[in-house]
């Protein structure tokens, strides 16, 4: 049996059985907000740490990770640490606090002590548009995946699998809410780890356990000798690279705490302390898993060379599947170890895009429909406008899908970060630890951090003046940094500041208390 035919068996049984999943769920459903947003609070902190790990252990992860370590070696850490430290924020800072403020999006934590609608919007706003950008990272693996294996990287086979996987995440979310996408986020976590851990211990068998033989075989046949294993392949060759690397770091490690998918995690769980415990399992699996990306990366660039992977993908989003085909040797062997993970990873795209999906069409829902329904005679449900929003993000996923195909995955979530940590984290933080923070801090805070991020995105190297951008044949750069963090972020935080010592408003004490009461208590908590 063929590569392609047989990783597309274990597709289809993978999409056959999340789909079989996803049906019996809209069966055992009683169509309130609660269970489509939040699964009835009814997950155990276990299989919520799961999940979450499902929903954060991305193609990013998977392919992205090690195949920028695969390309310029310790420069390509820097993801793998970032992801993993950013954990740390999320568990002391916010885990149990975002549980018992909020009910289904964070638009509710920050609410909580403003004006509603004005905050709803602009956290809405931000919500989506981190979430879009966050999809198109996925789409980018998809069609990366698919093209390897078949053998072809015609741009109709790209963007039939972009448009396949935006219609499947459309019909996960639709049908079967959070519910159906824990599930399926479960699962993929289980047959992700299980994956990672029996590529890791074929790499460090073929080099007998030796991880200095591993990193110097990866520099010998990386091209660039020792200097792979040091900083400043990829971010030290000036100063611009090196303040890329700097807001790309900051963007990283904050950028966690803000991303709505995340967040609407903690919802899940019964309780606060079940949400922290969640976390806790969480950062133990992720922990472990960007652990065995390292190894992969290295093994990459040891065992495939780094040559031959940036041949086979420029951005070196095919990395594994290669290492893949290579530990399995000639014959059936290979042929079935790089199906698994051909199938693993694309079972990843489905899994992670479908929870980034139903976070922001429940933004959608919750947050601005919820806040302008009141100007409409026709008043539809919050559920059915979020499945009618999950159709609308899912084309636009798609039609940025199909514009990005050629930059790594890893980058593109780096990019999603950023905008979420100066648009999301600054409001988040000011709203649950600043007494006197006030509605128009809020708004300011938010869009003093989406839109300069944004617009600086748009201006950078990512989508003009550069051979790999976007529209290569045109340039409008005019910021010359690939990711805005570390100029972004600081001006979220900025613009709450300088939006609530202008603001005539006067902060509601008494609201203060009692949120903060019920951030540290949980009492009164949904």
């Given at each position: 049996?063929?590569?392609?035919?047989?990783?597309?068996?274990?597709?289809?049984?993978?999409?056959?059985?999340?789909?079989?999943?996803?049906?019996?769920?809209?069966?055992?459903?009683?169509?309130?907000?609660?269970?489509?947003?939040?699964?009835?609070?009814?997950?155990?902190?276990?299989?919520?740490g799961?999940?979450?790990?499902?929903?954060?252990m991305?193609?990013?992860?998977?392919?992205?990770?090690?195949?920028?370590?695969?390309?310029?070696?310790?420069?390509?850490l820097?993801?793998?640490?970032?992801?993993?430290?950013?954990?740390?924020?999320?568990?002391?800072?916010?885990?149990?606090?975002?549980?018992?403020?909020?009910?289904?999006?964070?638009?509710?934590?920050?609410?909580?002590?403003?004006?509603?609608?004005?905050?709803?919007?602009?956290?809405?706003?931000?919500?989506?548009?981190?979430?879009?950008?966050?999809?198109?990272?996925?789409?980018?693996?998809?069609?990366?995946?698919?093209?390897?294996?078949?053998?072809?990287?015609?741009?109709?086979?790209r963007?039939?699998?972009v448009?396949?996987?935006?219609?499947?995440?459309?019909?996960?979310?639709?049908?079967?809410?959070?519910?159906?996408?824990?599930?399926?986020?479960?699962?993929?976590?289980?047959?992700?780890?299980?994956?990672?851990?029996?590529?890791?211990?074929?790499?460090?068998?073929?080099?007998?356990?030796?991880?200095?033989?591993?990193?110097?075989?990866?520099?010998?046949?990386?091209?660039?000798?020792?200097?792979?294993?040091?900083?400043?392949?990829?971010?030290?060759?000036?100063?611009?690279?090196?303040?890329?690397?700097?807001?790309?770091?900051?963007?990283?490690?904050?950028?966690?705490?803000?991303?709505?998918?995340?967040?609407?995690?903690?919802?899940?769980?019964?309780?606060?302390?079940?949400?922290?415990?969640?976390?806790?399992?969480?950062?133990?699996?992720?922990?472990?898993?960007?652990?065995?990306?390292?190894?992969?990366?290295f093994?990459a660039a040891?065992?495939?060379?780094?040559?031959?992977?940036?041949?086979?993908?420029?951005?070196?989003?095919?990395?594994?599947?290669?290492l893949?085909?290579?530990?399995?040797?000639?014959?059936?062997?290979?042929?079935?170890?790089?199906?698994?993970?051909?199938?693993?990873?694309?079972?990843?795209?489905?899994?992670?895009?479908?929870?980034?999906?139903?976070?922001?069409?429940?933004?959608?829902?919750?947050?601005?429909y919820?806040?302008?329904?009141?100007?409409?005679?026709?008043q539809?449900?919050?559920?059915?406008?979020?499945?009618?929003?999950?159709?609308?993000?899912?084309?636009?996923?798609?039609?940025?899908?199909?514009?990005?195909?050629?930059?790594?995955?890893?980058?593109?979530?780096?990019?999603?970060?950023?905008?979420?940590a100066?648009?999301?984290?600054?409001?988040?933080?000011?709203?649950?630890?600043?007494?006197?923070?006030?509605t128009?801090?809020?708004?300011?805070?938010?869009?003093?951090?989406?839109?300069?991020?944004?617009?600086?995105?748009?201006?950078?190297?990512?989508?003009?003046g550069?051979?790999?951008?976007?529209?290569?044949g045109?340039?409008?750069?005019?910021?010359?940094?690939?990711?805005?963090?570390?100029?972004?972020?600081?001006?979220?935080?900025?613009?709450?500041?300088?939006?609530?010592?202008?603001?005539?408003?006067?902060?509601?004490?008494?609201?203060?208390?009692?949120?903060?009461?019920?951030?540290?208590?949980?009492?009164?908590?949904?």
């Amino acid at each position: 049996m063929s590569d392609r035919t047989l990783a597309l068996v274990l597709f289809s049984l993978f999409i056959a059985a999340t789909l079989g999943i996803t049906t019996w769920v809209s069966r055992n459903r009683h169509g309130s907000a609660e269970e489509f947003y939040a699964g009835g609070r009814l997950f155990s902190p276990l299989e919520n740490g799961f999940a979450i790990a499902g929903d954060y252990m991305s193609a990013a992860s998977f392919l992205g990770i090690s195949g920028l370590i695969a390309l310029f070696g310790y420069d390509g850490l820097l993801y793998s640490v970032g992801f993993l430290v950013a954990w740390l924020v999320v568990l002391f800072l916010i885990a149990e606090l975002v549980r018992n403020c909020g009910r289904f999006t964070l638009a509710d934590v920050v609410a909580a002590r403003m004006s509603e609608r004005p905050v709803r919007i602009a956290a809405g706003t931000s919500s989506v548009a981190v979430s879009v950008l966050y999809l198109v990272a996925q789409m980018v693996g998809a069609g990366s995946l698919v093209s390897l294996l078949l053998g072809s990287t015609s741009g109709a086979a790209r963007a039939w699998t972009v448009v396949g996987v935006g219609a499947l995440m459309v019909i996960y979310v639709s049908l079967g809410g959070m519910r159906a996408t824990t599930w399926i986020q479960i699962v993929k976590a289980v047959l992700l780890m299980g994956c990672a851990i029996a590529l890791t211990l074929l790499v460090l068998v073929r080099f007998h356990g030796n991880a200095n033989e591993l990193l110097l075989t990866a520099a010998d046949r990386s091209g660039h000798g020792r200097a792979f294993l040091e900083p400043g392949l990829k971010y030290g060759v000036d100063w611009t690279a090196r303040f890329d690397f700097l807001s790309l770091g900051l963007a990283l490690v904050l950028g966690t705490a803000g991303l709505p998918h995340i967040l609407s995690r903690f919802y899940t769980v019964p309780t606060a302390r079940a949400a922290r415990r969640s976390v806790v399992w969480a950062i133990g699996l992720i922990g472990g898993f960007y652990l065995m990306t390292i190894v992969l990366g290295f093994g990459a660039a040891a065992l495939v060379g780094t040559d031959a992977v940036r041949a086979s993908s420029a951005s070196g989003n095919t990395a594994i599947p290669l290492l893949a085909k290579l530990l399995g040797g000639e014959g059936m062997g290979g042929t079935v170890l790089f199906s698994f993970v051909a199938a693993v990873a694309f079972a990843t795209i489905l899994a992670v895009v479908a929870g980034i999906t139903l976070a922001s069409s429940a933004s959608v829902a919750h947050d601005l429909y919820a806040s302008l329904k009141r100007r409409r005679a026709k008043q539809r449900s919050e559920v059915t406008v979020a499945r009618i929003a999950a159709v609308g993000i899912g084309a636009a996923a798609i039609g940025l899908g199909l514009l990005a195909q050629d930059l790594n995955v890893a980058f593109l979530v780096g990019l999603a970060f950023a905008v979420a940590a100066s648009a999301n984290l600054p409001v988040l933080l000011y709203s649950l630890f600043w007494r006197g923070f006030t509605t128009r801090g809020a708004v300011w805070s938010v869009y003093g951090g989406l839109v300069p991020a944004v617009l600086l995105v748009v201006l950078s190297p990512v989508v003009s003046g550069s051979p790999d951008a976007l529209f290569p044949g045109v340039d409008f750069q005019l910021f010359p940094l690939q990711n805005p963090g570390i100029v972004s972020i600081p001006l979220g935080f900025l613009a709450g500041w300088l939006g609530t010592v202008t603001s005539p408003e006067v902060p509601d004490e008494a609201r203060h208390a009692e949120t903060e009461v019920r951030s540290l208590t949980g009492a009164g908590a949904v």
